[in-house]
């Protein structure tokens, strides 16, 4: 499997200036549609206080929820749960890069 990111996704990391999260994709997706945190929130079935955390980086979302959040917004879940996944393995100090396979 190659290590090259793709290139959108070294796009949406070069506007964020770090490593793209599963709470900037959110906000990214958000602000590109245009649509308020409280509307937002909504879609996804949770708080706008949740959302704001989620996207600040407060919150972590488990795999199950990002994939859930990926088929409410019509998108492939692989993204939104190898994004949950490796902040989870990040903000337990382990130095591993997260890459999923559909089995």
């Not at 998108?75 to 749960?81: G, R, W």
């Amino acid at each position: 499997m190659s290590t090259k990111k793709s290139a959108a996704l070294k796009f949406l990391e070069d506007i964020s200036g770090g490593p793209l999260t599963l709470g900037a994709l959110l906000e990214s997706i958000r602000k590109g549609e245009e649509t308020s945190q409280m509307e937002f929130a909504a879609l996804l079935k949770i708080s706008k206080s949740h959302l704001c955390d989620i996207e600040k980086g407060r919150k972590y979302v488990t795999p199950e929820r990002a994939a859930r959040f990926a088929k409410l917004l019509g998108y492939s879940a692989e993204l939104f749960v190898r994004l949950s996944l490796q902040e989870q393995v990040d903000k337990a100090g382990l130095k591993y890069n997260i890459k999923l396979e559909i089995a």
